[in-house]
């Protein structure tokens, strides 16, 4: 005779019926819930913070954003050195010898000095300052970009904004302080958002370019830090104002305050294997022994069943 | 046509079969074990109704396109609906979950309904997220640009972009949704062919394995 | 839009929410509420006793 294994196997039930409407059971259920929602929504409604453009983040932030700008053209943003999918800056995060993103490679091509800058402002009107700028820099090789975009960092510090304009103090930079002074102006005029979303032609909905530009600023996150929304106040799980948000996320924002994860560079691919080996075990709880046990070991079943219990005694 | 060659045709044996294993007095039964006497039982049906209300809702938001409830207040009485809708939907799904694993749920040949509810609770996640990325507000755009690194590290990041608006929301109204409809019908039709799992034997030291 | 703007929230939510911070530990009041009444529904609905006792006794 097969031996019973009171965790994997179920005895023969061959106690009595009682009458179920499973139907009024549904309807009931039905009845409820969307009362419930309607109560709910009636009380408390839903959150819609006003989305964040180029154009605001630039009014507010000229300098910030002239800042990112050039960033971007020595590499030194987030974007400009992310790697897969998006460049070979980097090599993507590892989960030791597993290499995905790597694997995977740059599927999705994004140059930032072309596409963040020299590309929107080709797509102004010709006959200003810039269009000369624009020359010389596409003419020029890349040894001297590179000698510009390095004069233009090291200026960072001392650029300011008056009277609509970004303004560089120090000599050199080339075509540069013309090229990032028209790039703040169509930005705080509406126009770069536009440039960088429709880059693909009249219909889009491919928003990559201008949410990692914005991204690569700090008007994005500053917002986002005064929402309680960013990892160290586990920004994953929170929504905007008082709502409640994603409470179920506890455990994948939760391994980024802890040690190994809170200081390593793959923290990402980290969360997401440990999270992945957790969700595999709890799919597998019916064969896993120990965690299979602890629903008979606890004796919570007994205030479920109860009632059947005392009948059969 | 012989009865012979009737009864080799596929529609003839597939409806043979699933007549046989659910009959229409098992598909809606009228009875159930005795057993089934906790409140804790009410919270799978909740979650089912839940899951009704969400798809319910965001069917009226589709009907006015994804900028509607910007613009107005019904529009944005359905979002609020359709959020609510949402919360209620995991929280009854967790206690439910909760519940199944206390009755360890999985025994006597259930294991496949407790893992067919799993994938359920991790596809609604993901159709979840996705709904997120789709608000068009501040919100999506901060929830994407965060997301993306932890998609971006598995190597997924390259197909499923999260900054990719358009796709977000076809997988959030078509793909996820698919899913998730049919996982719960497998769910359930597991949960109707081999019924409430029974008790724990408290007194007998051997039992009959089901 | 008039009836329906009455519905905007009667309990409105979008001021700064409130967090529970201790140490590296931060939880929205909104989200440690959900979690208790997450949990205490739970323990309600193993204690609370289920109606059709009768029933259930009459067809044992």
């Known amino acids: 005779m097969k031996r019973f294994r009171p965790d994997v196997d179920a005895p023969e039930y061959k106690g009595g019926h009682a009458p179920y409407d499973i139907i009024k059971e549904g309807t009931i259920a039905l009845v409820v819930i969307v009362l419930l929602t309607v109560l709910l929504a009636s009380l408390f409604g839903s959150p819609d913070e006003k989305q964040v453009t180029i154009k605001t983040w630039s009014n507010a932030m000229p300098i910030d954003f002239a800042t990112t700008a050039i960033n971007e053209m020595n590499g030194t943003t987030t974007t400009a050195g992310y790697g897969p999918p998006y460049n070979h800056a980097a090599t993507g995060q590892d989960i030791g010898f597993l290499?995905?993103?790597?694997?995977?490679?740059?599927?999705?091509?994004?140059?930032?000095?072309?596409?963040?800058?020299?590309?929107?402002?080709?797509?102004?009107?010709?006959?200003?300052?810039?269009?000369?700028?624009?020359?010389?820099?596409?003419?020029?090789?890349?040894?001297?970009?590179?000698?510009?975009?390095?004069?233009?960092?090291?200026?960072?510090?001392?650029?300011?904004?008056?009277?609509?304009?970004?303004?560089?103090?120090g000599p050199g930079g080339g075509p540069l302080p013309v090229m990032i002074d028209a790039l703040t102006a169509m930005a705080r005029s509406g126009a770069l958002d536009q440039a960088l979303v429709t880059g693909h032609g009249f219909y889009t909905t491919d928003y990559t370019k201008v949410l990692l530009f914005l991204s690569d600023g700090s008007y994005l996150s500053n917002q986002a830090a005064t929402q309680h929304l960013t990892g160290s106040q586990w920004g994953m799980m929170n929504e905007t104002g008082g709502y409640p948000g994603q409470a179920w996320l506890w455990l994948y924002t939760f391994w980024y305050q802890v040690p190994p994860f809170s200081s390593s560079s793959n923290a990402d691919a980290l969360v997401w294997g440990t999270m992945m080996v957790l969700s595999v075990a709890l799919l597998l709880v019916p064969f896993i022994p120990g965690l299979r046990t602890i629903p008979r070991k606890s004796k919570v079943y007994r205030l479920i069943w109860r009632e059947h219990y005392r009948n059969q005694t | 046509m012989s009865t012979e060659q009737i009864d080799r045709q596929w529609t003839t044996r597939l409806r043979k079969r699933v007549a046989g294993k659910l009959p229409p007095e098992k598909v809606l039964p009228d009875t159930q074990p005795a057993y089934v006497a906790s409140w804790i039982y009410v919270f799978g049906v909740a979650t089912l109704a839940a899951l009704g209300v969400v798809i319910a809702t965001g069917c009226l938001l589709a009907i006015r396109g994804p900028q509607w409830w910007h613009q107005s207040y019904v529009g944005h009485f359905v979002n609020s609906m359709h959020l609510w809708s949402v919360e209620i939907f995991f929280f009854a799904m967790v206690v439910h979950l909760w519940g199944k694993y206390f009755m360890a749920a999985w025994r006597g040949g259930r294991s496949?309904?407790?893992?067919?509810?799993?994938?359920?609770?991790?596809?609604?996640?993901?159709?979840?997220?996705?709904?997120?990325?789709?608000?068009?507000?501040?919100?999506?755009?901060?929830?994407?640009?965060?997301?993306?690194?932890?998609?971006?590290?598995?190597?997924?990041?390259?197909?499923?972009?999260?900054?990719?608006?358009?796709?977000?929301?076809?997988?959030?109204?078509?793909l996820l949704p698919l899913a998730a409809v049919a996982l719960t019908a497998l769910h359930v039709v597991l949960v109707r062919l081999k019924g409430v799992v029974p008790p724990f034997e408290e007194n007998a030291t051997v039992g009959t394995p089901s | 839009?008039?009836?329906?703007?009455?519905?905007?929230?009667?309990?409105?939510?979008?001021?700064?929410?409130?967090?529970?911070?201790?140490?590296?530990f931060y939880l929205s009041v909104g989200n440690f509420i959900v979690i208790c009444l997450m949990l205490a529904t739970f323990i309600a609905a193993l204690l609370l006793p289920f109606p059709g006792r009768r029933s259930r006794k009459e067809n044992r």
Do not use: C
């Open chain 3, 1 to 24: 839009m008039g009836f329906f703007s009455h519905f905007g929230a009667l309990v409105p939510l979008d001021h700064p929410g409130h967090y529970i911070h201790w140490h590296w």
């Open chain 1, 99 to 169: 290499h995905l993103a790597q694997w995977v490679g740059v599927r999705i091509p994004l140059n930032t000095t072309k596409d963040f800058v020299v590309t929107p402002l080709e797509s102004l009107p010709a006959g200003t300052s810039l269009t000369p700028a624009l020359a010389t820099w596409n003419a020029a090789s890349k040894a001297q970009r590179s000698a510009w975009v390095t004069t233009v960092t090291k200026e960072i510090p001392k650029i300011y904004y008056k009277q609509g304009l970004v303004v560089f103090p």
């Open chain 2, 112 to 174: 496949l309904t407790w893992m067919t509810g799993v994938v359920l609770f991790l596809t609604s996640i993901a159709t979840a997220f996705t709904g997120y990325a789709s608000q068009t507000n501040f919100d999506s755009q901060w929830i994407t640009t965060q997301a993306k690194d932890g998609i971006n590290a598995t190597g997924a990041g390259a197909y499923f972009n999260v900054l990719n608006l358009g796709q977000m929301l076809m997988w959030h109204i078509v």
